[in-house]
């Protein structure tokens, strides 16, 4: 079953075994970028990311929710159960034919910025 996350608006949450998609919604002319992961044990797809600081390695949603990238392994897709079976339920939901991994895109080396 999906539910919509009741985290307070502006509340940063940390999001672990993550993985940003490219995603061509029905009806709109630009794709998306969503954020697929674990966030307190259970799986999570976000609303369209609007802005990422690869410094502090957060992503702000249009829902305003924020999101912590947790430093650590970029979830494998076929081997995190609950990530993937919520991102495959959101896409049929969103009747989502076209999507690629763009995850490497928000591996940031923070160092560099030292």
């Not at 995190?80 to 999507?99: A, C, H, M, P, Q």
């Not at 690629?100 to 910025?113: A, Q, Y």
């Amino acid at each position: 079953m999906l539910w919509r996350p009741d985290d307070p608006t502006g509340e940063t949450v940390s999001m672990s075994n993550w993985a940003v998609f490219k995603v061509a919604l029905p009806g709109l002319d630009e794709s998306t970028y969503h954020a697929a992961g674990t966030v307190g044990g259970a799986g999570r797809v976000c609303s369209p990311i609007q802005n990422w600081d690869p410094i502090a390695r957060i992503i702000t949603t249009r829902s305003g929710k924020q999101y912590n990238l947790v430093v650590g392994p970029v979830m494998s897709y076929s081997s995190s159960g609950d990530v993937s079976y919520t991102f495959e339920r959101w896409l049929k939901i969103n009747k989502v034919t076209e999507y690629e991994d763009v995850s490497s895109e928000f591996l940031v080396d923070t160092n560099e910025h030292l």
